[in-house]
């Protein structure tokens, strides 16, 4: 079974979005790079933000643009291509295709489901 993994909260300011999720929820931020905040909600075990917490997820705080214009659940699996084949047979989209993220050592898509609602699917490489 795969598993959500992270999540992602587009955000047109995100030094703004940044402040509101410190002062509602206490959530701490580290410098992700590329304007990207990590939104750390549950202390990590590594620099890609992994919790020691069994069951707890880190995410992120990114610049809103097209495609990802709303909050994201990241689920990870052992093989996206079939994930993203399973999308289509059962009547969801590809929001944005397949891309290889080398110095992340992962390969992501955006997905939508049948109720329009987008997921981020991660599949480590």
């Known amino acids: 079974m795969d598993k959500v993994s992270w999540f992602e ?8 979005a940044s ?3 410190n002062s509602v929820f206490g959530w ?3 410098d992700m790079g590329g304007g990207s905040l990590m939104a750390i909600t549950t202390p990590a075990a590594d620099a890609q933000g992994t919790p020691k917490e069994p069951g707890a997820i880190n995410g992120d ?3 809103r643009s097209e495609g990802f214009d709303k909050p994201l659940v990241v689920i990870e699996t052992t093989d ?3 994930r993203i084949k399973s999308v289509e047979e059962a009547g969801g989209k590809i929001v944005l295709p397949r891309k290889d993220i080398a110095e ?5 898509a955006i997905v939508s489901d049948t ?3 987008n997921v981020g699917i991660i599949q480590t490489l």
């Open 115 to 117: 109720e329009g609602n």
């Open 80 to 82: 996206i291509d079939a």
């Open 28 to 30: 701490n931020m580290s």
């Open 104 to 108: 992340m050592g992962m390969a992501w």
């Open 61 to 63: 705080i990114s610049p």
């Open 9 to 16: 909260i587009p955000a047109d300011d995100v030094q703004r």
């Open 19 to 21: 402040a509101f999720y």
